[in-house]
């Protein structure tokens, strides 16, 4: 059942757009040219190499406002959003996701709604298990879950998706990269008798706190079909190069988007060019435009992209 008293999601999803919820089946063949991954059910919406790749936004208000975040998933969805994704910062923002659920759901929009978390996603979850349970995914960012405390924040936020079944996008970012991971690459290439370049060890860093997170994952119990993983960049190459090597080395459906590409045509541009080149190699299963909007804007312009 759904936080409001609803159907589930999948009966939700279907409801609004009149198809039947699909389970996923074992050996159900992957689409065509796409790399195999597993399958992840988030909130109805299918995520993986046996479906068609997923669209998805975030809106920009301030989560706290339940009417205007209501509104702004409703018009991202209507434009063609499949998962929308709010930010959930701060105490207020957490205690009105139940409702900005309430408001979406009443609205007749299915699409899935993903929490957002950064710094404090370990305690909100705890604090707030109405917000976790209301939630179709949460979004963990493993460079910025606390330095000291890394591991039991980390630890904290897989154990909430557990116990909700809920599963989790482990969204790495070079901008926010675990630093003691950095450095520990980074002391190991300064030993190599020809070092690599500095580009290629962060590249390889963003490649081991995805995959090592999702191992840590699993062990805290969350299952293999429960995770999704992201590594994002600002640049079209190094975002090319990153998900390349990524790929080959696990089955996790993957996330596709340059972090803050940018404003207007500049963003546009530098996205299609990215994720075209790494979708026509069959690499990526959702993906996100990530637009800065010009002032007064409309938000859906990323979706429509």
């Keep these: 059942m759904s936080v409001a008293g609803g159907p589930a999601p999948a009966e939700r999803r279907a409801q ?3 198809k039947t919820p699909h389970t996923p089946v074992e050996g159900e063949p992957h689409l065509t040219g796409r ?3 597993v399958t992840v059910d988030v909130g109805g919406v299918m995520v993986g190499s046996r479906h068609p790749v997923v669209v998805q936004s ?3 208000t301030d989560t706290a406002d339940a009417d205007g975040t209501a509104l702004q998933v409703a018009a991202l969805a209507h434009a063609g959003s499949e998962l929308v994704r709010i930010t959930v910062n701060n105490d207020e923002a957490a205690r009105q996701v139940p409702e900005i659920v309430r408001k979406v759901r009443g609205l007749g929009i299915a699409a899935p709604i993903i929490g957002d978390f950064h710094y404090n996603g370990h ?7 109405d917000m976790a349970r209301a939630l179709d995914k949460y979004r963990i960012n493993p460079g910025n879950v606390g330095s000291r405390h890394h591991d039991a924040n980390f630890t904290t936020i897989v154990r909430a998706a557990v116990e909700h079944g809920k599963p989790v996008r482990i969204g790495v970012n070079w901008g926010s990269l675990d630093q003691m991971l950095l450095t520990e690459l980074m002391d190991e290439n300064a030993r190599l008798p020809v070092p690599r370049d500095s580009r290629d060890v962060m590249i390889e860093a963003m490649i081991q706190s995805a995959l090592r997170s999702a191992v840590q994952a699993e062990a805290t119990g969350l299952g ?6 992201s590594a994002k960049v600002s640049g079209v190459q190094d975002l090319v190069d990153v998900y390349r090597r990524l790929a080959p080395l696990c089955d996790y459906p993957l996330h ?3 972090t803050e590409a940018g404003l207007g045509m500049k963003g546009i541009v530098a996205s299609t060019a990215g994720l075209s ?3 026509q190699e069959g690499i990526g299963d959702t993906i996100r435009v990530s637009l800065t909007p010009a002032p007064g804007g409309d938000r859906t312009e990323e979706v429509l992209v």
């Design 35 to 37: 790399r195999p991954t």
């Design 16 to 18: 609004a757009t009149g």
């Design 256 to 258: 596709l988007g340059l």
């Design 224 to 229: 293999h079909d429960r995770i999704i993983i």
């Design 277 to 279: 080149i790494l979708l």
């Design 58 to 60: 975030m809106t920009n």
């Design 123 to 129: 305690k909100l979850l705890v604090e707030f298990p």
